[in-house]
Antibody, heavy 121, light 105 residues
Framework: QLQLQESGPGLVKPSETLSLTCTVSGGSISSSDYYWGWIRQSPGRGLELIGS???????YYNPSLKSRLTVSVDTSKNQFSLRLSSVTAADTAVYYC?????????????WGQGTRVTVSS | IVMTQSPATLSVSPGERATLSCRASQSVRTTLAWYQHQPGQAPRLLIY???TRATGVPARFSGSGSGTEFTLTISSLQSEDSAVYYC????????FGGGTKVEIK
């Protein structure tokens, strides 16, 4: 059974970089022909797809975040990661990682439990 | 594409039918999914492609619609169905609705 687990700091200072990692267990990221995504949820913005990456490193980024965003994959560790620079309070949210349903940006299944990130000094 | 869900909250007695609506700001054809999110748990895929149930989803959950109007129906509400339900389109950059909270009356 495929499982995803987010990890990373729960508190980030304004203007710094938010870094999160999603560890995949119960299956391999490599040669899986899926895209893997980061989604966040905040009271003001609801659920929002941040960006997605394939096992080969191809990426799709939310245009509103593209200038600050890097999503990458490490198949040797069965992980993919998110880096969001120059964060502000507006980046405070619960961050989820999830797998897309196939090799396109479609539905998400399964999801991780989510990790809460607060941007505050 | 903006997804709008209604109502915001739905209170239904056990055994009754719950009908949740989702509207897209432009046609998404049949590229529509539904999720269930219970507190403290990972969101769960219920339906994709408007009406295809995900693995392990009970038959009391069904989806319908096309274009801009979609419906998730829970035919006989169980206590464990208390959750927030989200629709999501993937015709374009994936976007989500604001959710409908289903409460057990």
């Amino acid at each position: 059974q495929l499982q995803l687990q987010e990890s990373g700091p729960g508190l980030v200072k304004p203007s710094e970089t938010l870094s999160l990692t999603c560890t995949v267990s119960g299956g391999s990221i490599s040669s899986s022909d899926y895209y893997w995504g980061w989604i966040r949820q905040s009271p003001g913005r609801g659920l929002e797809l941040i960006g997605s990456v394939s096992d080969r490193g191809s990426t799709y980024y939310n245009p509103s975040l593209k200038s600050r965003l890097t999503v990458s994959v490490d198949t040797s560790k069965n992980q993919f990661s998110l880096r969001l620079s120059s964060v502000t309070a507006a980046d405070t949210a619960v961050y989820y990682c999830a797998r897309h349903g196939s090799m396109t940006l479609n539905w998400f299944d399964p999801w991780g439990q989510g990790t809460r990130v607060t941007v505050s000094s | 594409i903006v997804m709008t869900q209604s109502p915001a909250t739905l209170s239904v007695s056990p055994g009754e039918r719950a009908t949740l609506s989702c509207r897209a700001s432009q046609s998404v054809r049949t590229t529509l999914a539904w999720y269930q999110h219970q507190p403290g748990q990972a969101p769960r895929l219920l339906i994709y492609g408007v009406s295809t149930r995900a693995t392990g989803v009970p038959a009391r959950f069904s989806g319908s619609g096309s274009g801009t109007e979609f419906t998730l129906t829970i035919s006989s509400l169980q206590s464990e169905d208390s959750a927030v339900y989200y629709c999501q389109q993937y015709h374009d950059w994936p976007t989500f609705g604001g959710g409908t909270k289903v409460e057990i009356k």
